[in-house]
């Protein structure tokens, strides 16, 4: 059969091994010969790759945001930075149970009844990761700071800070469900075996106070048809963006809630940075095997393709 679109897959140094763009490639010109894949570099123009995929219909997939590569048509997809009480406010007006939260101003003082005794005080600004900038509080403590007076090199400097409820799991946990298109091709959940204690005459707490942290906690990939039904959920709100790495509480009652979705796209979890200790925790060598996710991928790809390659 003659392609009659095209699937352009943007590969960023870094970011993914090219060989998981190659495995998805194969799987995608075996199952649909109407279809030609195309993997272009990031980090250039990719000049004839760029006016060969012109030719048809197409498709554009990035994880991150396109750099130097910029296509001449198609239908993209593609990761942005979004600053994360953006992330919130709309994953909330899509309908998602997120936690009551706030931008704090000059003017913020909580409500107890709403927010109940512990507050995180969280950056807005996109690219702060791993728990930086992050600190558990008193309710009642909660207070505007000038964008000056946070440290160097603090996210507060370079965007407001938001208050969101704390959400007591019983125990620290955090359950990461990767998504594409809104279906899972990774989950990874981090659970203490210890109940969460934290002192009550503190008036601020750091996140290995209240985050899972070794030796005392568990590590596995969850296969919970609730948690997953919830990230499907979670990608109707934000469909715009077509890789989400959601970042899932579940409560005392099993209630479940979303605190981020990680829209930039570094969440490649097969070959990021992160990567190699997902595998020692997960014990494979196979980060791909619990959701054959790489057969998903390339079955989710083809279906966009044929229905909005431009």
Request: one cysteine or more; proline letters at 8%.
């Amino acid at each position: 059969m003659e392609p009659t679109r095209n699937l352009v897959l943007v590969h960023s140094e870094g970011w993914q091994d090219i060989g998981d763009f190659y495995a998805i490639k194969s799987r995608v010109e075996a199952a649909a010969p109407d279809i030609e894949v195309f993997i272009a570099s990031n980090a250039t123009r990719s000049s004839a790759t760029r006016k060969k995929a012109a030719r048809r219909p197409t498709l554009v997939f990035s994880p991150i945001c396109l750099l130097s590569f910029q296509p001449d048509r198609g239908k993209i997809y593609q990761g942005r930075q979004i600053s994360k009480l953006e992330e919130i406010r709309a994953l909330a007006a899509g309908g998602v149970a997120v936690p009551p939260f706030e931008e704090i101003v000059p003017e913020t003082r909580l409500d107890p009844a709403i927010y109940g005794p512990l507050v995180l005080v969280k950056p807005s600004f996109a690219l702060a990761s791993w728990g930086q900038g992050v600190e558990l509080r008193r309710t009642e403590t909660v207070r505007y700071r000038p964008l000056e007076d946070y440290p160097e090199h603090h996210p507060g400097r370079w965007g407001p800070m938001i208050a969101q409820k704390f959400i007591d799991c019983g125990h620290a946990m955090t359950a990461r469900v990767l998504t594409l298109f809104g279906e899972p091709i990774f989950t990874f959940v981090r659970e203490s075996t210890k109940p969460l204690q934290l002192d009550p005459e503190r008036e601020t707490f750091e996140p290995g106070d209240f985050m899972p942290a070794p030796p005392d906690v568990k590590l596995y990939a969850s296969h919970d048809p609730e948690l997953l039904a919830f990230a499907a959920r979670i990608y109707r709100a934000m469909p715009d963006v077509a890789l989400q790495g959601c970042d899932i509480l579940r409560d005392r009652n099993g209630d479940l809630y979303v605190i981020e979705i990680n829209p930039g796209g570094g969440t490649w979890a097969f070959s990021n940075k992160s990567a190699p200790g997902y595998r020692r925790a997960l014990n494979t060598e196979d980060l791909t095997r619990e959701f054959d996710a790489f057969t998903t991928c390339a079955r989710l790809l083809i279906e966009r393709t044929r229905a909005e390659a431009a």
